[in-house]
């Protein structure tokens, strides 16, 4: 159980795209996703925490109109990153949190984004 | 604020040896501490938690944690590793005022030497 999906699992494109990452849980109810960005030999980094149905809440220095976030539905939150440039290659993770309350997050496998 | 120090960036340890990963946090309220396993280019799984109760938690694939209250420190072991442990190591805590949000340690590589 626990299952958190993400597409794609990497992705390369280039600078002035968009590129669209989805994170799902898969067998359980989130009401809470959270969006990370790692970078090498770094630890995690939160990014925003995504709640169903409401509006994305971000850390501080992270730019809300570059990374788009929506919490559509109680197993799917996306993240896309407008207007990528090579300063936003990194390693994205996402977490899910059991609707349940449980306090623990369940992480997907991460996206890997070039921006060439 | 809560802040999670791992005080080892690297530890090298032969097969079969015991290891300590070290992991200390501050927090001015309770709170939760998990310790999560990353593989290269993975994202992260988790190893045990500590939420309430026995203050000495097993995981998965043999290891255990202690929470110690008093020295703040929450140090991931294992008896006897396996090549297969080789990963990074990272410690988190949540809950207080975060509202569920994990904050991280730097991470500690462990690397086990056949």
């Known amino acids: 159980g626990a299952v958190v999906s993400q597409h794609p699992s990497r992705v390369i494109c280039k600078s002035g795209t968009s590129v669209k990452i989805e994170c799902r849980s898969l067998d359980f109810q989130a009401t809470t996703m959270f969006w990370y960005r790692q970078f090498p030999k770094q630890s995690l980094m939160l990014m925003a925490t995504s709640n169903e149905g409401s509006k994305a809440t971000y850390e501080q220095g992270v730019e809300k109109d570059k990374f788009l976030i929506n919490h559509a539905s109680l197993t799917l939150s996306t993240l896309t990153v407008t207007s990528a440039h090579p300063e936003d290659s990194s390693f994205y993770i996402c977490s899910a949190r059991d609707l349940r309350g449980e306090e623990t997050q369940y992480f997907g496998p991460g996206t890997r984004l070039l921006v060439l | ?114």
């Open chain 2, 1 to 114: 604020a809560q802040s999670v120090t791992q005080l080892d960036s690297q530890v090298p340890v032969f097969e079969e040896a015991p290891v300590e990963l070290r992991c200390n946090y501050s927090s001015s309220v309770s709170v939760y501490l998990f310790w999560y396993v990353q593989y290269p280019n993975q994202g992260l799984q988790l190893l045990l938690k500590y939420l309430s109760g026995s203050t000495l938690v097993k995981g998965i694939n043999g290891f255990e944690a202690e929470f110690n209250k008093s020295q703040t420190s929450f140090h991931l072991r294992k008896p006897s590793v396996h090549i297969s442990d080789t990963a990074e190591y990272f410690c988190a805590v949540s809950g207080g005022t975060s509202y569920g949000k994990l904050t991280f340690g730097q991470g500690t590589i462990l690397t086990v030497h056949p």
